[in-house]
């Protein structure tokens, strides 16, 4: 059988680069100096190249934008181009740790000045309520009270008259507006007898009298079931301007200036006021009509 070539063994692939020989330096010739006509830079970079070019061989491009460029100081191949460095970062100007440390300040100072001035403030409140208290303090020391005298002449307004004009006033009568209308006669500088049945703090002569009449209206109904009720009512009263004031009832020991007296009442019955020198003005509840 006939051999056939293509079951011969192949040649192993052939990837090692080649070898690359320089020219030969040319023998320089001192025996005679040819001149050297001056090339172009142009003409020398569109020359034919006369030595043969590796097949890897990349030509180097001045503008390519590789990101590495070749030391020549340093001779070690190939370096990653550092980036620039970025300025430090500023606030108005300002480096940041110097601008934190400005901001604190003014912080801690305006804390400063609103605490020393509300200190202030209250300073002065407390100093202008000292005053205050001492004027008070001193007013209060001088303050003197005057007790109504024992023939007191500005009464007239509350006690129907009596303190200035007795004399026409004694006899005149007085009709309450309410609690059926009774009327009541008056009796100046003159006592209603009997233990009173209530004392009370009263405006003037007429309420005196009004309250006599609710006493009368209201127990009787209050206290229906009771067989005494009925003789527990108000059959006059004794008034005392002077005690009007509070203060001077206080000092005598008065629980009011309007004292409720239970009957019989009649004039005959009336005693002479006997109460320290204070006017005494009675009235007694008019039942003969």
């Not at 934190?100 to 403030?121: E, N, P, R, Y």
């Not at 006059?236 to 629980?255: E, L, M, Q």
Request: charged residues 10%; aromatic residues 10%; hydrophobic residues 35%.
């Amino acid at each position: 059988m006939p051999p056939r070539y293509d079951e011969a063994p192949e040649l192993a692939p052939h990837n090692f680069p080649e070898v690359h020989h320089p020219p030969s330096v040319p023998e320089v010739s001192y025996a005679q100096h040819t001149p050297v006509t001056p090339i172009k830079p142009d003409d020398m970079i569109n020359a034919p190249s006369t030595h043969p070019i590796h097949p890897n061989y990349i030509p180097y491009d001045n503008n390519s934008t590789t990101p590495y460029q070749y030391d020549h100081h340093s001779g070690y191949g190939t370096l990653a181009v550092s980036e620039p460095e970025r300025p430090p970062r500023r606030i108005w100007g300002c480096s940041v740790l110097v601008f934190l440390l400005s901001l604190i300040i003014a912080i801690l100072s305006a804390a400063v000045i609103g605490l020393a001035a509300g200190t202030g403030v209250e300073a002065s409140r407390a100093n202008d309520a000292e005053s205050r208290l001492a004027a008070m303090s001193a007013s209060a020391a001088t303050v003197t009270v005057t007790a109504p005298s024992s023939t007191p002449t500005g009464f007239s307004d509350i006690d129907k008259g009596c303190s200035t004009s007795s004399a026409s006033v004694t006899g005149s009568t007085y009709t309450s507006h309410f609690f059926d209308s009774p009327f009541f006669r008056i009796y100046c500088n003159s006592d209603a007898p009997n233990n009173p049945l209530s004392s009370l703090f009263v405006g003037n002569f007429d309420d005196c009298m009004d309250a006599c009449a609710s006493y009368s209206f209201y127990i009787p109904m209050d206290f229906s079931s009771n067989a005494t009720s009925g003789n527990a009512t108000c059959a006059g009263v004794s008034f005392i301007p002077a005690w009007t004031n509070r203060t001077f009832a206080v000092g005598g020991d008065a629980p009011g200036n309007c004292y409720l007296k239970p009957g019989p009442q009649n004039e005959t019955g009336l005693n002479n006021p006997n109460i320290g020198g204070s006017a005494v003005h009675a009235a007694i509840l008019d039942t003969s009509s």
